[in-house]
């Protein structure tokens, strides 16, 4: 028997997302494709390496970061209904050259760049916002969380997949062989329970008292105050880290440390940390800078803000805020 599955256009028209919504996440998801032809070419494709250059984040980019931008800022632009975009790799925001968009879409063209060269995990995660009236300056992305209308992420691992919100839920497509997106998991929910936590364990020395202390209680295992035992888990490339997070549960720590006292956290509040916090509170988890504030509710003030982040399965979230003090 044939299986017949139900492909992104159709779900999203059976969700009741048509019209102009629709039309700009098929061209992201078409985008996306667009995206993981280039990566699955690699060193083929003259793709791996470093592009010679930094972006504002003062990090080195690598060609893939730039081929990724790229494609997904004319792709974005090229469509009457984007007022503009902004970039992890942009300084600042791009108008569109046309009037009368009505969205504005935030990216991380390629989220886990340390993972190119290596052929490990690396994804796509975006925002959509409404666009105000007027000029399409950095100040009219500047919105909180709450107000994405869709955010969503394409990891390009063993499948492609990519996993949405149009804040009814979660679903996630596969990419099939002959370029479609199909419907595989309707309804994805992260378990509120988990026996696993990620987070980078060569910094251990530098994070604040209560992460130190939440740690030790996992690394405790059966034996200690939490009485089980915990794994460890660690992609270096958060749309990994949170994919696995949503397949089967776990907590991700990207928490503040001392190196850098004064910044406020690591990961971009509009690239990373809104768009994945949209994802987990649809999908039943929670998303923290600290265990007690939730990261859509943070007020932005710049487009490449960062923030601490903790999210991931809601019990566990509440045993890192209640019992450790974070």
Same mark, same amino acid.
């Given at each position: 028997?044939t +299986?017949?599955?139900?492909?992104?256009?159709a779900?999203?028209?059976?969700?009741g997302?048509?019209?102009?919504l629709?039309?700009? !996440?098929?061209?992201?998801?078409?985008?996306c494709?667009?995206?993981?032809k280039?990566v699955?070419?690699?060193?083929?494709a003259?793709? !791996?390496?470093?592009?010679?250059?930094?972006?504002?984040q003062?990090?080195?980019?690598k060609k893939l970061d730039?081929?990724?931008n790229?494609? !997904?800022?004319?792709?974005?632009l090229?469509?009457?209904? =984007?007022a503009?975009?902004a970039?992890e790799?942009m300084?600042?925001?791009?108008?569109?050259k046309?009037? /009368?968009? $009505?969205?504005?879409v935030?990216?991380?063209?390629l989220?886990?760049?340390?993972n190119i060269d290596?052929?490990? &995990?690396v994804g796509?995660?975006?925002?959509?916002?409404?666009?105000?009236?007027g000029?399409i300056?950095?100040?009219a992305?500047l919105q +909180?969380?709450? $107000?994405?209308l869709?955010?969503g992420y394409? !990891? *390009?691992?063993?499948?492609?997949?990519?996993?949405?919100?149009?804040?009814s839920?979660v679903?996630g497509?596969t990419?099939s062989l002959?370029?479609q997106?199909l419907?595989?998991? &309707?309804a994805?929910?992260?378990? &509120? +329970?988990?026996?696993?936590?990620?987070?980078?364990?060569s910094?251990?020395?530098?994070?604040?008292?209560?992460?130190?202390? *939440?740690?030790? /209680?996992?690394?405790?295992g059966?034996e200690?105050?939490?009485g089980?035992n915990f794994?460890?888990?660690?992609?270096a490339?958060?749309?990994?880290? =949170?994919?696995?997070?949503m397949?089967r549960g776990g907590?991700?720590? *990207?928490?503040?440390d001392?190196r850098?006292?004064?910044?406020p956290?690591?990961?971009?509040?509009m *690239?990373?940390?809104?768009p994945m916090s949209?994802?987990?509170?649809?999908a039943?988890?929670?998303?923290?800078t600290d265990?007690?504030?939730a990261?859509?509710d943070?007020?932005?003030?710049?487009?490449?803000?960062?923030? &601490?982040v903790i999210?991931?399965?809601?019990?566990?979230?509440d045993?890192?805020a209640d019992?450790?003090?974070?």
């Amino acid at each position: 028997m044939t +299986d017949v599955r139900t492909d992104l256009s159709a779900h999203l028209s059976a969700t009741g997302v048509e019209g102009d919504l629709a039309e700009l !996440l098929l061209k992201i998801a078409a985008s996306c494709v667009d995206i993981r032809k280039v990566v699955s070419g690699g060193a083929l494709a003259g793709a !791996l390496g470093a592009s010679g250059n930094v972006n504002v984040q003062d990090e080195e980019q690598k060609k893939l970061d730039v081929i990724s931008n790229d494609i !997904l800022t004319d792709n974005l632009l090229a469509l009457p209904l =984007v007022a503009g975009v902004a970039s992890e790799e942009m300084d600042n925001c791009q108008p569109a050259k046309h009037d /009368g968009g $009505k969205f504005l879409v935030l990216f991380d063209p390629l989220d886990g760049s340390s993972n190119i060269d290596i052929n490990a &995990p690396v994804g796509t995660i975006f925002s959509v916002l409404a666009a105000p009236s007027g000029e399409i300056t950095d100040a009219a992305f500047l919105q +909180d969380g709450r $107000k994405q209308l869709a955010a969503g992420y394409v !990891l *390009y691992g063993g499948q492609t997949m990519l996993v949405l919100t149009t804040g009814s839920g979660v679903a996630g497509f596969t990419l099939s062989l002959d370029g479609q997106w199909l419907l595989t998991h &309707p309804a994805i929910k992260i378990t &509120p +329970d988990t026996k696993e936590f990620a987070i980078n364990m060569s910094n251990q020395r530098h994070w604040a008292e209560g992460v130190q202390k *939440y740690v030790e /209680g996992c690394l405790q295992g059966a034996e200690g105050g939490r009485g089980k035992n915990f794994n460890m888990r660690w992609v270096a490339a958060m749309v990994a880290d =949170v994919h696995r997070i949503m397949m089967r549960g776990g907590v991700f720590l *990207y928490p503040w440390d001392k190196r850098e006292p004064n910044k406020p956290g690591k990961l971009r509040l509009m *690239y990373e940390g809104n768009p994945m916090s949209f994802l987990v509170e649809q999908a039943g988890g929670k998303s923290t800078t600290d265990g007690r504030n939730a990261i859509l509710d943070v007020l932005p003030t710049q487009l490449h803000q960062r923030v &601490p982040v903790i999210l991931g399965s809601a019990n566990e979230i509440d045993v890192i805020a209640d019992t450790c003090g974070v």
